[in-house]
């Protein structure tokens, strides 16, 4: 039978030791003491300033950033707009001049047509070598014409092709276009016929008299229209606003 000293027993059973709320009060008074310290008060400010200086930073290098890309990102649209706007009135400068250079080409070679039915290209009078000369200029003249005519008919396809994509929509260049394309027909269909009736009655095939005023309401309507057409264009005008940045945002429909 086993025996337990006394003394032992109550080793056993003895509490241990443990931190009363009175031994952990010393520790936060000295916290408190050092917190309401002139030291731990600019401690802390220092900590916390910097913190907020670092979030102010962090903000502002954020607000630098998307201003430079929203900066970058206009300069980009604005440049392809204004690229893009170039060679849509360089296209349209290069149809109107082609226009008018095809029109000017064959409004002369109308008159030189003309001019060969006068008393200057009359074969009466001349030496053999003199008509000669002269047959010469009335065929390279009425060559001309030819080609002239030629070069119009699919020409004025294109150019209506041409007229209605740079007009952008605009009823009145089209009309424009229009007008001249009857006028220049009008004009060498004049000239092509009293030219005919020239030639006929030097085969004995009619009669015919020279007068200066042929076509000349024709020519004159020409002049006229392909001036008309010019300024409906409007080239210069529609440049406005293309080189302000302001107006170029509202065309291109961007807000501050």
């Not at 401690?43 to 979030?55: K, P, R, S």
Request: glycine share 8%; hydrophobic share 40%; charged share 25%.
């Amino acid at each position: 039978m086993l025996f337990r000293l006394p003394h032992l027993a109550r080793q056993t059973h003895r509490p241990r030791p443990t931190l009363s709320h009175h031994s952990r009060e010393p520790r936060m008074a000295t916290l408190g003491t050092f917190v309401t310290s002139a030291g731990g008060a600019a401690l802390i400010t220092v900590f916390f300033g910097g913190v907020a200086a670092q979030l102010i930073s962090c903000d502002a290098q954020r607000r630098v950033q998307e201003r430079e890309f929203n900066n970058t990102w206009l300069k980009s649209r604005g440049d392809q707009a204004l690229l893009a706007r170039k060679e849509f009135v360089d296209g349209r400068r290069a149809t109107l001049d082609e226009i008018l250079r095809t029109a000017g080409t064959l409004s002369a070679a109308s008159h030189d047509l003309l001019d060969i039915t006068g008393p200057a290209f009359s074969m009466k009078g001349h030496t053999t070598t003199d008509r000669a000369l002269i047959l010469t200029e009335q065929t390279r003249v009425a060559k001309e014409f030819t080609a002239a005519e030629l070069a119009w008919a699919p020409a004025q396809i294109r150019f209506s092709a041409s007229v209605g994509y740079f007009s952008a929509g605009n009823p009145v260049v089209r009309a424009s276009w229009q007008d001249v394309q009857r006028s220049l027909n009008a004009m060498r269909t004049c000239a092509s016929e009293t030219y005919r009736r020239w030639f006929l009655a030097g085969q004995q095939q009619g009669t015919y008299s020279y007068d200066p005023s042929y076509c000349r309401r024709e020519f004159g309507v020409v002049d006229a229209k392909a001036a008309k057409l010019g300024e409906s264009f409007g080239i210069t005008s529609e440049q406005d606003g293309w080189d302000n940045p302001d107006s170029l945002k509202r065309k291109l429909n961007i807000s501050n």
